[in-house]
């Protein structure tokens, strides 16, 4: 076993602004955390991460590329990850339409953990993601262990981001579970998923 780490600045920087961006799994986490709860949130990312985790062990092993090579199977990926966005958009839309005023309780999403995982294996572009980003660092280092250690250090950088969104959004919960924040926040929420949706169709 040989890992290189001369290149683990570079690829540190270059995961803070991968992590930092907002995407999909942020705004799913801020919605979870801060309408059901800190656990809620937990599960949302236990389900996000093992999905990753899914994504990433497929490039290691050389299947990530196989996968690739075959369009179809990347075009069945993408529609079926943009009609589960789409399908949250308009769960959500609904719940906007439906929703009487007064002051909004939590309530737990159905099976986070599901939502969480579903939104990430579905999405095509974690995998082609890892098999464009990864092998950029593998430097001198053993490839397979040199992926490994990469994909263990980027999955760790981007549950910590996750896990302080998930914190920070079920503590401040409390103070804006309001209907005009909860409002605002699912029409945020749902028009992202919709254009992001869109997005992996075009």
């Excluded at 996750?162 to 029409?187: H, K, N, Q, Y």
């Amino acid at each position: 076993m040989h890992l290189d780490f001369t290149r683990l600045p570079a690829f540190l920087i270059a995961c803070a602004v991968v992590v930092l961006t907002p995407g999909v799994d942020a705004f799913l986490l801020l919605r979870t955390s801060m309408r059901s709860g800190t656990r809620a949130g937990l599960l949302a990312l236990a389900g996000i991460h093992t999905a990753a985790f899914v994504q990433v062990a497929l490039v290691i092993s050389g299947l990530g590329v196989v996968i690739a090579r075959y369009p179809a199977v990347l075009t069945g990926l993408r529609w079926v990850g943009a009609a589960y966005l789409l399908y949250l958009a308009v769960t959500i839309t609904r719940g906007l339409l439906r929703r009487s005023g007064g002051e909004v309780v939590a309530v737990a999403p159905p099976r986070p953990f599901r939502q969480g995982f579903l939104t990430n294996i579905t999405n095509p572009k974690m995998l082609l993601f890892s098999l464009a980003f990864l092998p950029q660092f593998i430097g001198t280092g053993d490839p397979t262990w040199q992926l490994g250690m990469l994909a263990a250090v980027f999955l760790g950088l981007a549950a910590l981001w996750e896990l302080t969104i998930v914190v920070a959004a079920a503590r401040v919960a409390g103070s804006l579970r309001r209907p005009g924040v909860t409002t605002a926040l699912d029409a945020v929420c749902a028009a992202v998923f919709a254009t992001m949706s869109i997005g992996l169709v075009l």
